[in-house]
């Protein structure tokens, strides 16, 4: 586990590219000022049940990569500036029963395999959110903003 929320600390995620905590289960690191982007070596921690990287300054996109976390269940990346597009490769984390990506400025549909995994959850706190009032196409979330 690692957490190390609401620290005020600035840092950014380089640490993760060295692939030496691909063992971790759990990172938690919201609400920090966290800048640059997440890197794309994310994809290497593939153990990680849960991310929470909300309320920083990350910009740039959410790698492909994250399609790897195969044990991925919960995912925070809201209040940021990311943009682009959701992965496609999301769609394929059959686990994922929370992912919360509103207040960024990402763009385009909500891949249908996130709403599948998410629909089919039995996680009583489930939920799908993102800015689809105007920026991203989900018929699926459970809140729009």
């Not at 691909?22 to 000022?33: P, R």
């Amino acid at each position: 586990y690692l957490y190390m929320r609401r620290n005020n600390m600035s840092y950014n995620l380089d640490f993760l590219k060295t692939g030496k905590l691909v063992d971790l289960f759990a990172m938690w690191l919201d609400s920090n000022a966290i800048t640059g982007s997440i890197p794309t070596e994310i994809g290497l921690y593939t153990g990680l049940a849960s991310l929470s990287l909300t309320n920083a300054t990350l910009t740039g996109t959410i790698p492909e990569e994250m399609g790897q976390l195969t044990d991925l269940h919960r995912l925070w990346l809201y209040s940021n500036q990311l943009t682009g597009t959701i992965p496609a490769a999301l769609g394929s984390l059959a686990n994922l029963e929370v992912v919360e990506l509103h207040n960024n400025k990402l763009t385009g549909q909500m891949p249908q395999g996130v709403c599948d995994s998410v629909g089919k959850a039995e996680y009583e706190y489930k939920s799908l959110t993102s800015n689809c009032i105007s920026e991203v196409t989900c018929e699926c979330c459970t809140e729009c903003f």
